[in-house]
């Protein structure tokens, strides 16, 4: 036909020693990307070599997130060079792939399917020990397309404790596991926020501001269908400093280590 030959993506190969991480949630603002990009650092931070697909179509706020807002990738005859940050960890984002940076992403089925394709074998990922995918929230296109050309991804589903955002949140992570793909485990974000004059006289309430129990209803119920377990990974308390880190481009695990949002977030990283 002329058209040059697809290239296989790599992650997709059966001696491939990448793991693959796709993070999804049912509705948006629950912090999915807030996750994904806390968790990369995590990982890097412990030595690990790693890379994020923003796929996110609605949001890609990831690059924001990492300090490089503005970057675009550069191309090495006809591979595209993901963006290197100053935390080591290295992105791309489906808002890279735009002609101009204010048009919005209306792609159909089979275009998004060519962006997602284009992300996991068009870029010169090196040897990555890990790739994370923010996946755009829902049941959407990505989520089915991915589960085509990467089924071997495992899927870790961001809710909060309401009612209403964890029961999309299972369809997201029962669709996942239609493709065929694993869910290892639930985030709950926003869990509570920790009183804040508690450290006046000593005590620790916690305020819960959306409601509980989001997290754990999820992962019984995936538990369940699935006939293995899905844990609970974390509990991330809502942390002033978690959504500046994201506004200005330093995330959490970087910006405040000993934030008790971090540690969260650390130690789902360690578990995964
Ligand atoms: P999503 O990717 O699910 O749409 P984001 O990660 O973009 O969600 O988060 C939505 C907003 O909420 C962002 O401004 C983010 O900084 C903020 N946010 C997320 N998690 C927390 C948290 N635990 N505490 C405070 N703010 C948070």
Same mark, same amino acid.
């Given at each position: ?11 997709? +190969? ?32 412990? %030595? ?39 935390? %080591? ?16 992403? /209306? ?10 394709? +284009? ?23 990505? /989520? ?17 404790? +309401? ?17 065929? +793909? ?31 129990? %989001?997290? /754990? ?6 538990? %369940? ?48």
């Amino acid at each position: 036909s002329g058209g040059k030959a697809q290239r296989e993506i790599p992650f997709a +190969q059966p001696g491939s020693l990448t793991k693959v991480f796709a993070i999804a949630s049912g509705k948006g603002g629950v912090g999915k990307s807030s996750v994904t990009v806390n968790l990369a650092l995590s990982m890097a931070k412990s %030595g690990l070599k790693v890379g994020i697909v923003d796929a996110d179509i609605y949001g890609h706020s990831v690059p924001a997130m990492l300090g490089v807002a503005d970057a675009r990738p550069t191309q090495v005859d006809d591979l595209i060079m993901p963006v290197p940050t100053s935390s %080591g960890v290295s992105v791309i984002s489906i808002g890279m792939l735009k002609p101009r940076r204010d048009q919005v992403v /209306a792609w159909r089925g089979p275009m998004l399917d060519r962006a997602l394709v +284009q992300m996991l074998s068009d870029v010169y990922w090196g040897d990555l020990d890990v790739l994370l995918l923010d996946l755009p929230p829902g049941t959407g296109d990505v /989520a089915i397309s991915l589960g085509q050309h990467l089924p071997g991804a495992e899927v870790v589903v961001v809710t909060t404790p +309401q009612e209403a955002a964890a029961e999309v949140a299972e369809r997201a992570g029962t669709m996942a596991s239609m493709m065929h +793909q694993r869910v290892v485990g639930v985030v709950e974000n926003m869990s509570f926020l920790p009183c804040p004059h508690c450290a006046e006289d000593g005590t620790e309430h916690r305020l819960e501001i959306f409601g509980s129990g %989001g997290g /754990a209803r999820v992962a019984a119920t995936l538990s %369940g269908r699935f006939g293995y377990d899905v844990p609970v990974l974390g509990e991330i308390p809502l942390d002033t400093s978690l959504r500046e880190g994201g506004d200005v481009g330093k995330p959490i695990v970087d910006a405040d280590p000993t934030a008790p949002a971090a540690q969260v977030l650390a130690s789902v990283a360690e578990r995964l």
